[in-house]
């Protein structure tokens, strides 16, 4: 979650040098296949601060810090998940120069979704796999009302039914003026998208969810099958909507680090 300091007024459209996006936890720069790790809502690199140091050496984990929160906290927040995902791209193009992998949570699948889309378009090198985690699939429209214009409490109540924000910041005045600017963004990001049919991804999908979700079932998480021609394999762990940080991390990373392509030593620079 970001600081809890009041916001500065927002940089408008200084979002940032292709450095700010890319959080490296772990010296793990050698390794043969990089990861890039996308937060859900409200969430920053410092998720993935543990799982850097838990892949290394097979993966080089790169935790994206989007704008409005963390370090990033005085830039503006992005609304739209196309302005999003091109800024992303124009970031992260310089670093596919090697074999590379999306992982996202809730929002962050959408938006690796649709950055393995948008860098297909810019004819670069493909990813070896994308792991959706807590998110239907992308055609399929919300149950959910939208909630990011919605009033203050009606949206703390939100994220107190979804049980990943501590009580102690939803019930600090202080905390909230700082966190909610982002979190209302980052729910427009989600809720204002709307699917375009396209071509199917060629890379594999790895769908994690948590069996209690009820933002996405076990049904619901299926129906990726239907965005990939490699095939999509279904994963659940016990636990809710944030099952990832409701004492499922283990199995989580054990089960990603399944699905990375085995360690062949470190990268020198080939095309493989």
């Known amino acids: 979650m970001e600081p809890l300091t009041s916001r500065p007024a927002p940089a408008a ?33 410092a998720l993935y601060r543990h799982w850097a140091e838990r892949l290394a050496p097979r993966a ?10 963390e370090k990033r906290f005085t830039e503006m ?9 091109g800024a992303l791209a124009d970031a992260v193009e310089p670093l596919l120069d090697r074999p590379y992998a999306w992982f996202g949570h809730s929002m962050g699948a959408l938006i690796g979704y649709e950055m393995c889309r948008r860098l297909r378009d810019r004819d670069v090198r493909p990813p070896e796999l994308l792991i959706a985690s807590g998110r239907r699939a992308p055609h399929l429209p919300s149950r959910q009302p939208a909630v990011h214009a919605a009033p203050q409490r009606e949206l703390v ?15 600090s005045a202080a905390a909230l003026s700082a966190l909610l600017p ?26 994690f ?9 076990p049904g619901e998480l299926a129906r990726w099958q239907q965005h ?17 940080h409701e004492g499922a991390r283990e199995q989580v ?4 680090a399944a699905h990375l392509p085995a360690p062949s030593g470190a990268f020198t620079g080939r095309q493989q």
Do not use: K, Q
């Open 77 to 85: 927040p992005y609304r739209c998940l196309d302005e999003l995902t």
């Open 60 to 69: 080089d984990v790169l935790a994206i810090r989007l704008p409005g929160r």
């Open 253 to 256: 990373l054990s089960a990603l």
């Open 228 to 244: 990939t021609t490699a095939g999509a394999e279904v994963r659940l762990f016990d636990g809710g909507h944030f099952y990832l």
């Open 13 to 45: 459209r200084d979002r940032g040098r292709r450095g700010d996006w890319c959080v490296r936890w772990a010296d793990s720069g050698d390794a043969p296949l990089r990861l890039f790790c996308l937060p859900h809502t409200g969430g920053g690199a």
């Open 182 to 207: 982002m979190v209302r963004a980052d729910f427009a990001v989600s809720e204002t998208y709307r699917w375009r049919a396209g071509r199917p991804l060629d890379c594999p999908v790895a769908v």
């Open 209 to 217: 969810g948590g069996r209690d979700d009820p933002l996405a079932t």
């Open 157 to 171: 109540d939100h994220l107190r039914e979804l049980n990943g924000t501590p009580a102690a910041v939803l019930d």
